[in-house]
């Protein structure tokens, strides 16, 4: 796996771990040096990881995201077998402009050129690659594990938050978010529950400043900045609700852990995030304040308990041993066209 140097900079003590890490569970992690800048970070990262991939012995190069997808041409050129999985339409997300924009759409169509095979992981995107490019992809989406339920200890301390005392926000604090819709929402609504916005930045800080001010104006809002660990368990663990208020997703991985941990799920009805919670979870119109400001009285009011419903849902679904098999299953038979495993054993079952 061929890891970005210096990338996690919202938890600095995370990220000198992270760069002395060379093996995690039988996966050797190489460390690519790259700049924290945004529309450049990816670019270089890519670029140096692809040449040095190509001189590797792989039998697949697998790429993640639209924008590392620019440099599919580099093992197009040495005959490597190339697999990519397309997390979501990245041009549409709003820290994006300008060259970023086009860097990232170039990034897509050079994987509809080169790429052996994609993997999305939403229908909408699956459909979006077949009327676009006429360009068939596999469906296989994220998955979850079980989660460690924790009683507030952490959260008590530092927070003073109790069991189903506040809704959750956890997610990267971008416009595509949409946190700025939970904000407005939430201030007309008389509760004593308190709003819980738990995530960093990622190169927008004019938004995170408008959101600071705009928490700032309800006693109610707490922000936690970039949580992990416990302290992030705990955090799921006992929220009354968990809201993901997005414009744009791939496969939001937030909102799969919430459901993990059993917590009912207000999402906008964007095809991402209704795919997820099907009839286990509640939805309101994207980018309608009024409808999330209602659908949130709503579940103040009166809410299910579906914890054990939605938890044996979302671990049966999306299970990583099915993900696993069917990523396996699409380098052995797609890949090499036939059942196989090499001289080095890289499709062994256990």
Not at 16 to 27: D, R, S
Not at 212 to 241: H, P, W
Request: some cysteine; hydrophobic content about 35%; proline content about 2%.
């Amino acid at each position: 796996m061929y890891n970005r140097k210096g990338k996690n900079v919202q938890d600095k003590n995370a990220d000198k771990q992270n760069k002395k890490l060379k093996e995690y569970k039988g996966v050797k992690i190489i460390t690519i040096p790259t700049i924290n800048k945004k529309g450049l970070d990816a670019f270089i990262y890519s670029f140096f990881a692809s040449v040095k991939a190509v001189f590797k012995k792989y039998d697949v190069i697998h790429y993640h995201a639209e924008g590392s997808c620019a440099m599919l041409w580099i093992p197009h050129l040495f005959r490597k077998k190339i697999v990519v999985t397309i997390h979501g339409l990245d041009w549409q997300r709003s820290k994006w402009g300008g060259f970023a924009t086009k860097y990232i759409k170039f990034g897509e169509k050079q994987a509809v050129k080169y790429a052996d095979k994609i993997i999305v992981l939403s229908k909408d995107v699956q459909k979006y690659f077949k009327d676009t490019y006429n360009k068939e992809t596999y469906f296989i989406q994220n998955g979850v594990n079980k989660p460690t339920i924790r009683k507030p200890q952490i959260i008590k301390e530092k927070y003073n938050l109790n069991k189903e005392e506040y809704i959750l926000f956890l997610a990267r604090i971008v416009p595509e978010k949409g946190l700025h819709y939970l904000l407005d929402a939430f201030k007309k609504i008389d509760t004593n529950k308190k709003l819980v916005i738990a995530g960093g930045a990622s190169h927008t800080n004019s938004y995170l400043e408008e959101i600071k001010k705009k928490a700032k104006e309800d006693k109610r809002v707490i922000m936690t900045g970039f949580v992990q660990g416990q302290e992030l368990e705990e955090l799921y663990s006992n929220c009354y609700l968990y809201c993901l208020p997005s414009d744009v997703e791939g496969m939001p991985i937030s909102l799969l852990e919430a459901m993990s941990y059993g917590r009912t799920c207000l999402v906008s009805n964007i095809e991402e995030n209704t795919q997820v919670i099907e009839k286990y979870g509640y939805s309101f119109k994207k980018g309608n304040t009024k409808d999330l400001q209602k659908q949130l009285e709503t579940l103040l009011k009166n809410k299910k308990e579906e914890t054990k419903q939605i938890q044996e849902y979302i671990l049966k679904k999306y299970n990583w041993e099915n993900i696993i098999t069917q990523t396996e299953k699409l380098y052995k038979k797609e890949i090499f066209g036939k059942e196989r495993k090499n001289e080095r054993g890289y499709f062994k079952k256990k």
